[in-house]
């Protein structure tokens, strides 16, 4: 038998049964006890059973008579043909009313038969029926993949959160740098042509290179003042755009987080946000280089050669055709790809959270093929981008190539007429449009499909809120609650506005310090009623007053500070011993140490160098699943506030820690209103009165 970590006792198992007082004997004594409650359950949920088939059993009789009734109806018809209209009508009122009242018998036993029936607890799918009509899908939201163009609503929307005199600033200095180089590109050509006079070219050789760095000199200047603003400009727009994510996240509705997988919200905090950080900065300024350049190639190509423009215009009409065509199909692809992302990130979360439970059956192989086919969804799209890439390359290396030859041939035309130098650096300028117009297309394309990426982050910014945290204007009592009643009047809640309401018509009141035991079969809406309290479930009717308080009417912070719950399921953050017990610092070292003493902990805090300052890793993996509890008793204690709920917080924990935490919640809670909600009789056994839930139904 071990205990606390070592062995308390060694033997065969009739020698450590038969040893009265001893750890293992007061173990078996327990087990017998669950176990002859369990039988007892077993004979309720017997009778129950047998009540299931009675009702079924009455139902197929209504059916038979029924049949019966309409078999007898049709041979009456046939042999009173002759019969007058009135007696006819007569009998077949008779016969209708009876097949009514069968029918409305078999709808009163198909009623009994719903309430007795168990909810199913699939959380991917409710097929909740009404009226025929199938009124609950997937819980699961399919995401959405919006198409067609971007909505300039949006991008002057995101211009504004970068500021617009920024944007204007950053436009006006990186402007002015590419016309410094568009002018020393212009002043090189121009001091080219004093070749043609050796006297004169070496008389302007320190003027010609004194303006040429000025110009140069001038450039890096603008550029880097460009670059300044752009980064703070941009800076601001990601971390407005951050904190309105984080903060709707943070205040968004439970709908929402069950509706939605975990590696969507990874995927809007990690390639989106990076998206506006950087993608967005760097194709937002290429293009606007590019654009310089082809227009400064534009004007000083037709100013040399003027006939080119003729046939530029056509060739501009191709390049917009192509140009469109490409950008809708790179766009929609950033859309696919973006959204074939969330799948891979939820996969992986999911198996680091249950990697013990995936080798423990052996189906290592099967998540494997599962994250190769999510990222074969994923590089599909990929491909298919890269390969719409060297489609839009090919087309503008032909664009730019007849460019350059007829700038070329029309240069050769206007030999007589032109400078060396002019001719020269409209050449090397066409030369250079066909990257010049790949890098515009591509980075066009590129800088309409990261905007995608604010329309995803403006989907999750637009969710459902919660209701306000404060309420201006409200002073709320800062003793409240000072004594701890609580009063239901006609309440109901339900999850869904399309579903059933899971709790209704629950009329009852709590008496302050009263400890109440809820109990009920699975799905009976027993922690429904501590979402409900909690205001974590808005879609309700009726009130509950807590202390003659409306909970519907105080802010969402005012409400949940004054309450404590101890969760099935422990929470225990990243972080010391003393940031899980109080995280807002508002306690002292020694009230932090006697709450560890009364949730028994301070023997494990002692004997860990850190003291309060020992490290909880991520999810209390260094503390075991009681010792986890243990905290989340110790927080409460802390706490002490006049209501607690637990809500089967000692499902999951040894029948030693389950008897710890009871007798410290007798001790130090025997002022407060405790709602417990429990499967163990032990657990309950000391409550004044108990709540049983039945499915849409409760009695007191």
């Not at 004007?299 to 006939?307: D, E, K, L, Q, R």
């Amino acid at each position: 038998m071990i205990e606390n970590g070592s062995i308390s006792e060694v033997g065969t198992f009739d020698e450590l049964k038969n040893r009265n007082g001893g750890p293992f004997a007061d173990f078996i004594k327990l087990f017998l006890i669950n176990e002859e409650q369990n039988k007892e359950q077993i004979k309720s949920m017997d009778s129950i059973n047998q009540k299931e088939a009675a009702a079924a059993a009455a139902s197929a009789a209504a059916a038979e008579l029924s049949a019966q009734l309409k078999r007898r109806r049709l041979s009456s018809l046939k042999k009173n043909e002759s019969l007058s209209n009135r007696s006819r009508s007569s009998l077949n009122n008779s016969i209708t009313n009876n097949v009514q009242q069968i029918q409305q018998h078999e709808n009163e036993i198909s009623v009994e038969e719903e309430e007795d029936n168990d909810e199913d607890d699939d959380d991917d799918e409710l097929h909740v029926e009404k009226k025929g009509l199938i009124v609950g899908e997937k819980i699961i939201d399919k995401e959405k993949i919006t198409s067609g163009t971007i909505k300039l609503s949006i991008i002057f929307d995101y211009i504004k959160k970068c500021s617009i005199p920024m944007t204007i600033i950053f436009l006006f200095f990186f402007v002015l740098s590419l016309a410094a180089l568009a002018g020393s590109n212009f002043w090189l050509s121009e001091w080219s042509n004093d070749s043609k006079d050796a006297l004169k070219a070496e008389e302007n050789k320190y003027y010609r290179l004194t303006v040429y760095l000025v110009l140069g000199l001038l450039q890096c200047l603008l550029l880097t003042l460009a670059n300044v603003f752009q980064v703070l400009m941009f800076l601001k727009g990601a971390r407005y755009l951050h904190d309105k994510l984080l903060n709707s996240i943070l205040k968004s509705t439970l709908h929402f987080f069950e509706s939605t997988p975990i590696g969507r919200i990874i995927n809007r905090f990690s390639k989106d946000i990076e998206s506006t950080e950087t993608a967005i900065p760097d194709s937002f300024k290429i293009c606007i280089f590019c654009f310089q350049n082809i227009l400064n190639t534009l004007i000083i190509v037709s100013y040399s050669t003027p006939f080119l423009m003729l046939f530029l215009v056509p060739i501009f009409i191709v390049y917009t055709f192509i140009q469109r065509y490409y950008v809708a199909t790179s766009r929609q692809l950033a859309r696919l790809d973006s959204a074939t992302k969330s799948p891979i990130f939820s996969h992986f979360s999911e198996t680091l959270t249950g990697v013990s439970t995936i080798r423990a059956y052996e189906s290592q192989q099967r998540f494997i093929k599962r994250m190769h086919k999510n990222m074969d969804d994923n590089n599909i799209y990929v491909l298919i981008a890269n390969y719409s890439d060297r489609w839009l390359g090919l087309r503008l290396d032909l664009i730019g190539n007849i460019i350059t030859a007829l700038a070329a041939l029309f240069a050769v035309f206007s030999r007589y007429t032109l400078s060396p130098g002019l001719v020269g650096l409209s050449i090397s300028l066409s030369l250079s449009i066909s990257q010049a117009l790949n890098f515009f297309v591509s980075m066009g394309a590129n800088f309409e499909a990261n905007i995608t990426a604010l329309e995803r982050i403006k989907e999750y910014v637009d969710i459902p809120q919660e209701a306000d945290w404060k309420i201006e204007g409200f002073n709320l009592d800062p003793k409240w609650p000072d004594k701890g009643r609580i009063r239901f009047d006609n309440y109901g809640v339900k999850y869904r506005a399309e579903l059933d309401y899971v709790l209704k018509e629950i009329n009852t009141e709590i008496e302050p310090g009263e400890k109440i035991g809820i109990i009920g079969r699975t799905g009976a809406g027993k922690s429904s009623l501590s979402l409900g309290l909690f205001r974590m479930l808005e879609l309700n009717i009726g009130d509950i007053c807590i202390d003659n308080v409306n909970i519907n009417k105080i802010g969402l912070h005012d409400l949940r500070h004054k309450l404590t719950i101890i969760p099935q399921d422990p929470i225990i953050f990243s972080g010391t011993i003393r940031m899980n017990l109080d995280p807002f610092e508002q306690y002292k070292d020694e009230e932090l140490w006697q709450v560890l003493e009364l949730a028994h902990l301070k023997p494990l805090i002692c004997e860990s160098k850190e003291k309060l300052d020992f490290v909880c890793e991520e999810g209390g993996e260094n503390l075991s699943l009681g010792q986890r509890q243990l905290v989340c008793l110790a927080r409460a204690l802390l706490r002490k506030t006049k209501i607690l709920i637990l809500d089967e917080a000692t499902a999951s924990v040894d029948h030693n820690t389950d008897e710890l935490i009871q007798n410290t919640i007798r001790k130090e809670f025997a002022d407060c209103t405790v709602l417990t909600i429990a499967h163990r009789l032990n657990t309950i056994m000391d409550s004044s009165r108990y709540l049983f839930f039945k499915i849409n139904f409760f009695y007191l």
